[in-house]
């Protein structure tokens, strides 16, 4: 069974402080991963997926297959960055998507 | 392009009846997938439509059904309501020229509450 896990639920940082979401996944095959963002009020969308292996406002994910991780980071945090984030997983076929169970992050100014 | 749109947006219900939920991808879009969150389960996958043919399938019961029209356009159907299935029900769609693992575009959301 493919399962996403993220272990924090509250990110806080300071304005300018590095940020660091963890994700792992558990998946037999070759994984598509993903981070998807809720901003307040408004829709999950998609913040970044690890086979475009795109900068978005500042984010990269790298995909460790070893680990089977795909952490979310960015050096410099933006108060804009608060919001809900969430790993997810697709695969082995369709648009199925597995939900972690999301982080929340607070940039303080 | 227009978003994802869901109707109704809330909705409340009883114990026992049923309900129906309906989902507009943005056009041309042929995959409609339906996750159901709530506070403690968080995101779930229901089912994932595509040319009118159900792909995939999660963990619920049978009392949750849906179907696509010829013009992509899904409904979500939960029978003999109970508390539990209270919850925000969210429905996004994808491009999916073929393959798996296409960006999905979310809707508001419909948020159910069964008294």
Known sequence: AQRVTQPEKLLS???GAPVELKCN???????????????????????????????????TADLNKGETSFHLKKPFAQEEDSAMYYCALSGPAGNKLTFGGGTRVLVKP | ??????????????????????????????????????????????????????????????????RQFS?????MNVSTLELGDSAL??????????????????GPGTRLTVT
């Open chain 2, 89 to 106: 029900y969210l429905c996004a769609s994808s491009l999916d020229p073929g393959g798996s693992g296409y960006e999905q575009y979310f």
């Open chain 1, 25 to 59: 996944y558990s998946y037999s095959g070759s994984p598509e991963l993903f981070w998807y963002v809720q901003y307040s009020r408004q829709r999950l969308q998609l913040l970044l997926r690890h086979i475009s292996r795109e900068s978005i406002k500042g984010f």
């Open chain 2, 71 to 75: 013009n992509s356009r899904s409904e």
């Open chain 2, 1 to 66: 392009k227009a978003g994802v749109t869901q109707t109704p947006r809330y909705l409340i219900k009883t114990r026992g009846q049923q309900v129906t939920l309906s989902c507009s991808p943005i056009s041309g879009h042929r995959s409609v997938s339906w996750y159901q969150q709530t506070p403690g389960q968080g995101l779930q996958f229901l089912f994932e439509y595509f040319s009118e043919t159900q792909r995939n399938k999660g963990n619920f019961p049978g009392r949750f059904s849906g």
């Open chain 1, 13 to 15: 940082v300071f304005k």
